[in-house]
């Protein structure tokens, strides 16, 4: 089992506009947090998200490793509506002298019963709420260790986007039709949870779906579109 070290005089890290982008300066460490791939203004926020690669530049600048921990897990698979939701503990660590010390930890947690899911079943869902999960305590762990709460926030769901989605309608008498905007915002959304902006969600549609573009989705797709999305590849 790692050792826990407290670290009273941490070099927080320093962040400084960069264009549309951030430099992020830990120590003598510098690197480039861009716009949209690792941070991501959400509309009707006061403070960009920190996206899953801004948290990994940010445990790579500290030098740290990440290790991920099941904390509990509730699998219910029986009965009309299957169920999962999944806690892990992320641990920022170095070791020094072949002894393991951790930096920073957090929690984070998802279930199958977000409004993130949309309509997909428990079972399409539970290996993207693992990730979502894993990713939450990453972020919480980073935005810690590096002192930037006051720059970010954790995660999409402080944007109150999850109460938007409640009053989502999906038009189920017109497959053909092509999506809503309202469903197009969640998509671009759920994309940016996973590190995609515009640019690389344009592409991975083309390359999964051979669609130029989310205005090109129809409302039998949609399903088929956001629970690819969610498998996180």
Known sequence: MADNLIIYEAEPALLTPKGRNYKLNIGKTQTILK??????????TQRPSLYKSGAEAIAM?????????LVSSIENWDGDVPFFMYTVKCSLC????GKEYVFSSA????NTK???????????????????AQKRALT????AVSGLSSAFTMDIEDSGFNRSVENMTYDTTNPDDKITTAQGKRLFAIAKTYGLGNVELKAWLKDKFGLESTKDITQKQYDDVVAELQKGN
């Open 35 to 44: 716009r949209d791939i690792d941070f991501g203004i959400i509309p009707g």
């Open 61 to 69: 600048g500290y030098g740290l490793l990440q290790h991920y921990e």
């Open 94 to 97: 170095k070791v020094v002298d």
């Open 107 to 110: 929690y984070g947690s998802a």
């Open 114 to 132: 977000e409004k993130r899911n949309g309509r997909n079943d428990a079972f399409n869902a539970s290996n993207s709420t693992l990730k979502m």
């Open 140 to 143: 919480s762990a980073a935005i």
